[in-house]
């Protein structure tokens, strides 16, 4: 039993996708075109934002916005410790200093209550600005979604707002999720801050055919620097006023990704309801005390997206053991994330220790994700929660 199926997904879609692709090859255009200007407006809509640009993958998309943003050696950017790489790899390779955050241990987003003890105890202000420990300039605060579920915004955008920091959303496993803001009402992860970031990644509830990414802001001036180092720092062509990159979407995943957008709702309602099948079985057959279930914290907040489950992650003391089990029974799961970022080799120079960000340690060694997409079976689910039943009996 595969974590992930999407082949009945590509199967109801197949015609439209490879018409789509035709058309791309017949046209000759692969590289930013009509395609992709269609799907930055249909997304753009979908959000709720005033502009969208296409580019290559969810790493550059945060590249991208970093580099726009003039982020670069001397600043710091706050962001959590539980999050894919990129996330932390992306400052680093701007020049910038990754400040790890610890999660709420419920939601596994960015704890607020971490982030204001660090700003209240670690850092400084000088001539208006925040400075970190090391007397960096802490310029941005990266929120990330994790597995379809938004962060507590409200109370980073009080602490954004009084240290004026820019607030880069990672929002590649959320797109479509909501948030009910206490000042701007409902709002679309990756539209509460400066820059949205996504992620089209084959697995992502909006998956292309390879790798795609996109970006939302608000501001218009933002928009046209972000396009500007979407292209090498060029606005005029061979004409480079910045170092930027090339961070271009191409035709066919914008193709293939128009065709999928129109139905990124009704796969996320059926994530959510695979999810609530989940939440049965497992009440049903006594294992709540014993697993502990994914946290629906804006469940009763008149959401419809409050959580678009991207990944459905359980935690329990023995994952490693129930993992193993599960392999045996044929369910495949996985570990997101085994390690903190600040216990990634590569980010030793940041001087983390082992003991400094309990929660994401905890959870590095405490969460399992167990199989969810939308067409996942009511059948599949059961042989799950039994698979996890035997386990603990
Ligand atoms: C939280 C997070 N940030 C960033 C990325 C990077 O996206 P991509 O794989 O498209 O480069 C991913 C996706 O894998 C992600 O899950």
């Known amino acids: 039993m595969p974590l992930l199926d999407l082949s009945e997904q590509y199967r109801a879609l197949e015609g439209q996708i490879l018409a789509a692709i035709e058309r791309v090859l017949a046209s000759q255009r692969f590289i930013l075109g009509p395609e992709g200007e269609a799907f930055e407006r249909a997304v753009a809509a979908y959000c709720g934002s005033p502009h969208a640009l296409g580019v290559s993958s969810g790493t550059d998309a945060l590249l991208n916005a970093f580099m726009a943003l003039g982020i670069g050696p001397g600043d710091a950017v706050i962001t959590s410790a539980y999050s894919f790489f990129a996330t932390g790899g992306c400052i680093a390779r701007v020049g910038a200093r990754p400040i790890l955050i610890d999660i709420d241990p419920t939601t596994f987003n960015l704890s607020p209550a971490a982030l204001e003890s660090y700003i209240d105890n670690r850092c400084r202000k000088s001539s208006g600005q925040l400075l970190d420990e090391n007397g960096q300039t802490i310029r941005a605060i990266v929120p990330v979604h994790l597995f379809g579920v938004c962060c507590e915004m409200d109370r980073i955008h009080r602490i954004s707002e009084q240290y004026q920091l820019d607030v880069i959303e990672d929002a590649a496993q959320a797109l479509g999720a909501e948030y009910q803001t206490s000042h701007m009402g409902v709002r679309k992860a990756g539209t509460m801050g400066e820059v949205g970031c996504f ?9 292309a055919a390879g790798d795609a990414g996109l970006i939302i802001c608000r501001d218009e001036k933002l928009a046209e620097k972000l396009r500007i ?27 293939i990704l ?61 994952r490693d053991e129930l993992r193993e089990h599960l392999a045996k029974c044929d369910i495949d799961t996985a570990i997101y994330y085994p390690l903190g970022l600040h216990e990634q080799e590569c980010f030793a120079y940041l001087g983390y220790k082992k003991g400094d960000l309990p929660e994401t340690e905890r959870a590095t060694r405490q969460t399992l994700a167990l199989p969810i997409y939308p067409e996942i079976s009511r059948e599949a689910q059961q042989y799950v929660a039994n698979s996890i039943a035997n386990f603990f009996e």
């Open 229 to 255: 180092f979407r292209q090498h720092g060029m606005e005029r062509r061979y004409h480079h006023q910045f170092i930027g990159g090339n961070f271009r979407l191409d035709e066919i995943q914008a193709a």
């Open 258 to 318: 128009n065709v999928k957008l129109p139905h990124l709702e009704k796969w996320s309602a059926a994530r959510r309801a695979a999810a609530d099948r989940y939440r049965n079985e497992f009440e049903q057959r006594g294992l709540t005390g014993k697993i502990t279930l994914p946290a629906e914290p804006y469940r009763d907040r008149g959401l419809t997206n409050h959580h678009i489950y991207h990944q459905y992650v359980i935690r329990t003391r023995r």
């Open 199 to 207: 992620s089209f990644y084959p697995s992502k509830n909006l998956g």
